[in-house]
């Protein structure tokens, strides 16, 4: 190496490492978001601390599967299960990059192994058995794995006569693994059935957004029903149905407001007191505390003239 | 029926090319009696075109062939299993969908309630059935159906030809998304024998929601996806030209959902697709589905056959 070329090479170095010091523009932006709905600039780390809702409207931001379990669950209550359950590329499917590919891809992106964390915890000291889906893993859709892993959830929430509770955030069905997604409807919906002849708690909590095959299956058949405020859900997305009826839907569309005044779900929680309101419903369906007996009614004699 | 000339599909031109040329020469013949060797030589190639095309269709010529408007429909087949076959109607909560049908019949020794997707012949029948995309009303009525047959100990056949469940505002509101559930959730535990039979396209949930049965049909030329190919094509290609990958890509056809375990058999249609002899491919399927009753008849725990097939469906590295 010329001597010349050595001492340029180390000032360029030093640019480098200066230029380090000092926080990038992206750096700058992880920092701070702006609220989807008010635009308010929020502070990152204040609002991680209001469990990612914007102090001033109330919006819900979207949150992945692991701050989900954090939340709801009881500090160091929660018990992997399934954790080694990954996708294989049955149909070896090509579209514009390959399955395999976009997987990696997702895994990459959001360092989860699946769209879904299943598991046993306890919430506010009751023990459940606690799924939660991510939307930040290709798009939260349902494959064979998220199917399976569901389907083994609800299966030892059988065994183990826990409540169970899945939160749902998904586009719907994994279109890479074609009719094998498709069919996973149909062995989540089973095994749901068999649960509710067992007479064990189902909440399904419904977040934004849940859509196709998640909500056509186990996210719509929960004994009781929860969304979150403003999160969207529905069956076909907006723009399929706007295409199909050649007119613009209101605003307030398949929000989960929208569902309550429709009467298809029960409830509308926000974030903060989703633990304390799951907590009370389990509380309420518990077989373990007994109705009062009814009082024993004094026999009177019938009166006949 | 016979359907007199039907307009041919994009893959079959080359063989109505020949057709023309052959009828060209033949109308020549009375004047020309030396063509008779060259018409005859044509008529050998036409025969050899029609086998190496029917042969060796691709899925998208498939997809067009189970799309065909002379296709028959679940009507048709009712009509032609058992001419006396009677309607039920209503889901009972103020709705009466017609792009499902519901009817008791009897086929061969059996009586049998059959479910179907209607897609409607003509253009009022056609916007009536919503093109065969039921709504939410259409699956409770066939679930109110489902609890009659088990009531009274019949075995259910549904017949599937459906682009999907119907995408519509009202749909929506009336929680489309539920009414499939539900469907799913109460099939997986009908105490009686349950056939479907895929008739021509077998579009996503709106399929399924009377679809998790004991056995699986489907027709030679039928498809049935996740997702419509164009749906396919329109998100994972961004661009809704690359039909053909996508049918490619997913699997579709009867042979490869057979490969993939997902339907137990394939019910093989006259040449060139069920529309050209509406008799005998009615004829053909009514056989089948006797075959599968019989089959289903032998199982102690029905219930249990059915769960458990749909238990095993995934693939995954564990």
């Known amino acids: 190496m010329d001597l010349k070329d050595w001492f340029a090479n180390r000032k360029k170095n030093n640019e480098t490492a200066q230029a380090k010091q000092i926080l990038s523009t992206e750096e700058y932006c992880a920092l701070w978001i702006s609220c989807f709905q008010c635009r308010e600039l929020l502070y990152t780390r204040d609002l991680r601390q209001n469990l990612q809702v914007c102090p001033k409207c109330h919006y819900h931001f979207r949150i992945g599967a692991l701050d989900r379990i954090e939340h709801l669950s009881d500090a160091n209550s929660f018990c992997e299960t399934e954790a080694n359950l990954i996708s294989s590329d049955p149909l070896k499917f090509f579209d514009t990059l390959s399955y395999e590919d976009r997987l990696k891809e997702a895994n990459q992106k959001s360092g989860l192994k699946e769209a879904i964390i299943t598991g046993t915890c306890t919430i506010q000291g009751r023990p459940t058995c606690l799924a939660a889906m991510d939307f930040g893993y290709f798009g939260g859709s349902m494959g064979s794995v998220v199917g399976e892993k569901i389907t083994r959830i609800i299966e030892l929430a059988l065994e183990q006569r826990l409540p169970l509770i899945i939160i749902s955030s998904s586009g719907g069905a994994r279109m890479q693994e074609g009719i094998l997604s498709l069919m996973q409807l149909a062995k989540t919906s089973a095994a749901l059935k068999k649960l509710h002849d067992s007479a064990i708690l189902y909440i399904s909590v419904l977040t934004e957004p849940t859509f196709g095959g998640v909500t056509a299956s186990f996210a719509m058949l929960g004994d009781i029903i929860i969304a979150e405020p403003g999160a969207r859900i529905g069956f076909a997305g907006r723009r399929v149905i706007e295409q199909t009826i050649r007119q613009k839907l209101p605003a307030d569309f398949q929000t989960a407001e929208y569902l309550l005044k429709h009467g298809q779900i029960d409830m509308v929680i926000e974030r903060a007191k989703l633990p304390q309101t799951i907590a009370n419903l389990i509380d309420l369906h518990s077989l373990d505390c007994h109705q009062p007996k009814p009082k024993a009614i004094a026999k009177t004699p019938l009166k006949t003239h | ?318």
């Open chain 2, 1 to 318: 029926m016979t359907t007199g000339k039907l307009p041919p599909l994009e893959f079959e031109l080359p063989l109505a090319n020949l057709n023309t040329q052959i009828e060209a020469l033949e109308r020549q013949l009375p004047n020309n009696p030396a063509l008779e060797q060259e018409i005859f030589e044509l008529h050998k190639q036409y025969d050899n075109l029609k086998r190496s095309i029917y042969g060796n269709l691709r899925a998208i010529d498939r997809l067009a062939i189970a799309r065909h408007p002379q296709r028959p429909y679940t009507r048709d087949y009712l009509d032609r299993f058992d001419p006396d076959w009677i309607e039920l109607h209503g889901d009972r909560h103020g709705v009466d969908d017609p792009a499902m049908v519901c009817g008791l019949l009897k086929l061969g020794d059996y009586r049998v309630l059959i479910v179907g997707t209607q897609k409607g012949r003509n253009i009022r029948e056609k916007q009536l059935c919503n093109f065969g995309m039921p709504q939410p009303e259409g699956y409770r009525k066939a679930l109110r159906c489902f609890k009659h047959a088990e009531k009274f100990n019949l075995p259910i056949v549904t017949l599937i030809d459906t682009p999907g469940a119907y995408p519509g505002m009202t749909a929506e509101e009336h929680n489309q998304a539920q009414a499939i559930a539900y469907n799913l959730f109460e099939l997986a535990n009908l105490k009686v024998p349950i056939i479907s039979v895929i008739l021509g396209e077998g579009g996503s949930g709106g399929a399924l929601a009377i679809g998790l049965t004991n056995t699986i049909l489907m027709l030679e030329n039928s498809v049935y996806s996740v997702i419509s190919p164009e749906g396919c094509a329109s998100i994972l290609w961004r661009q809704p030209t690359k039909v053909q990958e996508a049918c490619e890509s997913m699997k579709i056809t009867a042979q490869e959902n057979k490969d993939l375990g997902i339907i137990d058999d394939i019910i093989e249609e006259p040449l060139g697709g069920a529309h050209h002899n509406w008799n005998l491919i009615a004829k053909t399927t009514q056989n089948y589905i006797i075959k599968h009753l019989d089959k289903l008849n032998l199982e102690n725990d029905i219930v249990e056959h059915r769960t458990r097939k749909f238990r095993k469906i995934g693939c995954f590295k564990d």
